[in-house]
């Protein structure tokens, strides 16, 4: 098991910054993929930012620019800057890993979900 332990939520004026941070922790094959999602009540879960072991990023359309996800790769950590922040960006920010198991040709692939982040941005 794979535990994902967020930090650095908060409450920030409309333009302020952020900076929140994921630790993946526990029984770990190798974490692959991590990514940070967020939600507000009532509203799917929806991807902000992924990031390969390789560096490779992915992001959600309406926040590039604004959000920049990295990681530690030694520290099995996941960060992300969030700039220009705005109160539509009000949400719980959830990490989540990827743990890698080779089986001989094969990756088995497990899912990990931290317990949130709550951010909040007002106006």
């Known amino acids: 098991q794979v535990q994902l332990v967020e930090s650095g939520g908060g409450s920030v004026q409309a333009g302020g910054s952020l900076r929140i941070s994921c630790v993946a922790s526990g029984s770990i094959y190798s974490i692959g993929t991590m990514g940070w999602y967020r939600q507000t009540p009532g509203k799917e879960r929806e991807l902000v930012a992924s990031?390969?072991?390789?560096?490779?990023?992915k992001y959600a359309d309406s926040l590039k620019g604004r959000m920049t996800i990295s990681r530690d790769n030694y520290k099995n950590t996941v960060f992300l800057q969030m700039n220009n922040l705005k109160p539509e960006d009000t949400a719980v920010y959830y990490c989540?890993?990827?743990?890698?198991?080779?089986?001989?040709?094969?990756?088995?692939?497990?899912?990990?979900w931290g317990q949130g982040t709550q951010v909040i941005v007002s106006s």
């Open positions: 990031i390969t072991t390789e560096g490779a990023t």
């Open positions: 989540k890993a990827e743990d890698v198991e080779i089986v001989g040709w094969d990756n088995r692939l497990y899912h990990y």
